[in-house]
Each structure stands twice: as C-alpha cells, then as structure tokens.
C-alpha cells in the first residue's frame, strides 16, 4: 500500500484462475510504474509492465499480481493492480478494485483502534494514488461520483487528531460509498453472486499472498495490509452468503476453510510478535480455493 514497505512475494489472483482471475506476477521483480507510466521500465519485452491493451489474453480479469501493476510503483506483496481497461467492462474486475480501496479502509480504522494512528491516516490515503486517480474515469462512465477526496479528508482528520468515532463515521460512509459504486459495476455474463465470489477468493488470494510477505519483515505495514484483505473478504462473503452459497456451495465451504486460517493468521490489526501461522497450509487451502473458482 505504500512503496517504502515493499513486501517479497508478489500475488494477485491465482495463475489458476485463466478464464478469469489473472495470474500472479512473481516473475516481475523490479518496481512496476504507475498506470500513467504504462511502458516497460527497461525491456519491451516485459509484458507485465506495459499498458493494460497488452494484457489482453489474460481473458476478463486483470487484477495483476504484486501491488502497483497498474497503481502507484509498488510491484511486491499480496496486493494486485487494476487494468483500467478490463474494469471499464468487466464487473469482477470494477468489484475487485472497490474491494481493493475497502481493504485499505478497513485496515485503517482497526489500526486506529489498535493505537497505530500513523498507519490508519496512510491506510485511508494510499488508494487515492495507487487506483482512485487512474479508476475515477470507469467510475463516471459507470454513473458513480467520484469518492477519492473523501480518502484524503479521512487521512487529514486522523492526522489534525478527529476523534476516533468521527473517524469511524468517516471509514463507515466511505465504506458504503464503496458497496454503493459495486452495484454500478459494468455488466457481465456472470451472475451477480459468481461474480461476488470471484471478489471475494481475490480477496482472500490477496490476503494469503501478503502473509507470506509479512513473515519475511518486522514491519507492521505489510501485516496490515494483509489484514485489511482478511477482513474485506469476511465481510463481502457475509453480504453475500446466501446468494453465493445458493450458486457455489462447494466455494463457500472452501472459502470458509481458507478463512478460518486467515482468522489465526490475522487475529487482530495489531501484528503479533511472532507470525507462526501455518503459510504453507493456507497457501495449499487457497490454491483449491482459485481452482474452483475458476470454473464458476
């Protein structure tokens, strides 16, 4: 979420997922540029770096592994960059961008909760450069006003000392400015609850991805960040259960599973001192999570 706490492995959404999620980008180690520097920052063959036209066989979705293909320079970690032009017409994609910017925000506001006023104030600005600013097109096309100067309001008042329950007010509103831009979403072949649930296993893929990450450092801003992706993922599937639970049962119970793991891997917004979850399990338990989704 921010360049100056790059995490080791980069991930979006599972290689599994070919019709729709996008592959991970672990094979792109240097830092990618921002959407309005589309080119590839040294070789033109790098196709992951380029402009989002070049990923068109990558088939709907285009959320690109590693934070920042497509946002703001950071190309580590279990975040994932927008290819603006698939979210212009792909839902899965619009939602996962959303998901992305509600991730943020709910890792801010329980990061304040936990007394980590610094990182709240940085969780509730990072979207605005690293998708807002690029995403604020698709999202007039889609008839939604844009939000990013609520971000940046939020991330002022925690600095200039609002009150923590000013600040959930905030974190709330922005959060339902999110779900009410979701419903805007472009229109798509996928029912509404399939496409729920391939946001939610980008979510979850997102959040496995960063915790890897996050043992490889003592900083806290890569746990957050994963935290923020756990939490995001709970909650789109409560929303959403019953509709998805209707359409893809062996999903839900799958994505139940992973997230049970991600609940000891990710107790709280504060870091524990010591990162012990079992990575290789959640990662084994999400990757049968990709796989079924990629066949909704």
């Known amino acids: 979420m921010a360049s100056k706490y790059k995490s080791l ?8 997922l070919l019709g729709g999620l996008v592959a991970c980008s672990n094979e792109t180690p240097e830092t990618t540029p921002a959407p309005s520097e589309t080119a590839a ?43 603006i032009a698939a979210a212009a017409e792909d839902p899965a994609v619009y939602r996962s961008a959303l998901a992305v910017v509600e991730a943020h925000i709910r890792a801010g506001i329980d990061a304040l909760d936990a ?36 971000l940046s ?16 007010a905030r974190a709330e509103d922005i959060i ?37 990450s996050a043992t490889n450092t003592d900083a806290y801003e890569p746990y957050l960040d994963g935290y923020g992706f756990y939490s995001t993922a709970s909650a789109l599937l409560e929303d959403h259960r019953a509709a998805i639970e209707a359409e893809a049962p062996d999903f839900t119970e799958q994505a139940d599973t992973v997230l049970a793991q991600l609940a000891d891997a990710y107790p709280t917004a504060n870091r524990p001192e010591t ?22």
Do not use: C, W
């Not at 008042?157 to 329950?165: L, M, P, Q, R």
């Not at 029912?191 to 496995?208: G, L, M, P, Y």
């Open 9 to 16: 492995a980069a991930l979006g959404l599972s290689t599994t």
């Open 41 to 83: 920052p040294e070789e033109a063959e790098t196709p992951a770096a380029e402009a989002p036209d070049t990923q068109a066989d990558t088939g709907s979705y285009a959320m690109a592994g590693g934070e920042g293909e497509g946002e703001g320079g950071e190309g580590e970690g279990g975040e994932g960059g927008v290819n």
């Open 115 to 150: 007394g980590e006023r610094r990182p709240a104030g940085e969780m509730f600005a990072h979207p605005v450069s690293e998708i807002l600013m690029d995403f604020e097109p698709v999202l007039t096309q889609q008839g939604v006003e844009p939000f990013a100067q609520k």
């Open 153 to 168: 309001d939020a991330s002022a008042a925690v600095f200039a000392d609002e009150s923590a329950e000013d600040l959930r």
């Open 176 to 212: 339902d400015t999110i779900r009410a831009a979701s419903e805007k979403a472009p229109e798509g072949s996928d029912s509404d609850a399939i496409v729920e649930a391939k946001v939610v296993a980008d979510q979850i893929d997102r959040a496995v991805a960063q915790y890897s």
């Open 275 to 296: 990162l012990d979850a079992d990575a290789s399990a959640m990662t084994a338990a999400n990757s049968e999570l990709q796989l079924m989704v990629s066949g909704l």
